[in-house]
């Protein structure tokens, strides 16, 4: 999961890759996914899964799940304050 402040107003993104590293560059270079553009992005969240059915699976379990989201989202602004 990535997380983004543009404008006082803090986004996630989820995604599944198979290459983090140069999805994380895509991204940021304006390049990646049309919600993404504009912005500055950080993982805040990854997982590695042995299967592709399996990372799409949690992929869209994650975008369903707001509240896992939040939860995410929030233990890592938490993390940076301490």
């Known amino acids: 999961m990535l997380w983004s402040i543009k404008d006082n107003k803090i986004r996630t993104y989820v995604g599944y890759t198979t290459n983090l590293k140069r999805r994380l560059n895509q991204h940021n270079s304006g390049k990646g996914a049309k919600n993404t553009k504009g912005r500055f992005w950080v993982i805040i969240f990854r997982k590695k899964f042995k299967t592709k059915i399996l990372a ?23 993390s940076k304050c301490i």
Do not use: D, G
């Open 56 to 78: 799409m699976r949690a992929e869209y379990y994650l975008k369903k799940n707001t509240n896992l989201r939040k939860k995410i989202k929030n233990s890592f602004i938490i």
